[in-house]
């Protein structure tokens, strides 16, 4: 059974988001790993935890694999937006997912999601696709329409066990965003 789930709260002073999760229920219990995964997010982004205590904002099984990944909230970083980055876990213990960009470095990568009244960014856990999909848009100055739009698609390779940027589904995830932001935020 695959369930997806989209939660919109895009408004002028929103969010946007999605929380997608494949079956019942996430197969990794990552309030009880909490510790573990703030203690993990410290060593590998130094800005972990400078303003509240790292969280997870929203857990999927991105991968396909049964075992559900987590978005980690930094608890830092903007005036609007919040850090964030994947994490999965690996041997038993949760690890901060890789990432290779379109210039075929791989890292961790920090995400930003919030929103002001000129500026937004969203992250989205696709299990459908199994990729997480970053987005942006601004605001043209009179506050009327967008101006620009756009995104990033990192889909789950599972023999490198990284997420890789994949062009053409986030020239296809980034239409369907950026029609969809379009539209709520001319809206309102």
């Given at each position: ?178 029609r969809k932001i379009r539209t709520q935020l001319t809206a309102n």
């Amino acid at each position: 059974m695959r369930t997806h789930i989209v939660l919109a709260c895009v408004s002028m002073l929103g969010c946007a988001g999605t929380l997608a999760i494949q079956g019942a229920s996430p197969t990794v219990d990552w309030k009880s790993i909490l510790p573990e995964v703030q203690s993990v997010a410290k060593k590998e982004f130094r800005d972990a935890g400078g303003y509240y205590p790292v969280s997870i904002s929203r857990v999927a099984d991105v991968t396909g694999e049964g075992t559900s990944e987590a978005l980690i909230d930094f608890g830092c970083c903007g005036a609007y937006a919040h850090a964030m980055t994947v994490m999965r876990i690996e041997d038993g213990k949760p690890v901060v997912a890789l990432f290779r960009g379109r210039d075929g470095k791989v890292s961790s990568t920090e995400f930003l999601e919030g929103a002001s009244v000129m500026h937004g960014a969203s992250v989205e856990l696709d299990a459908i696709e199994h990729a997480v999909f970053s987005a942006y848009w601004d605001m043209k100055s009179d506050g009327t329409k967008v101006a620009s739009c756009g995104g990033e698609a990192y889909q789950w390779n599972a023999a490198a066990k990284r997420f890789d940027y994949n062009g053409r589904l986030s020239e296809r995830l980034t239409k369907d965003f950026c029609r969809k932001i379009r539209t709520q935020l001319t809206a309102n």
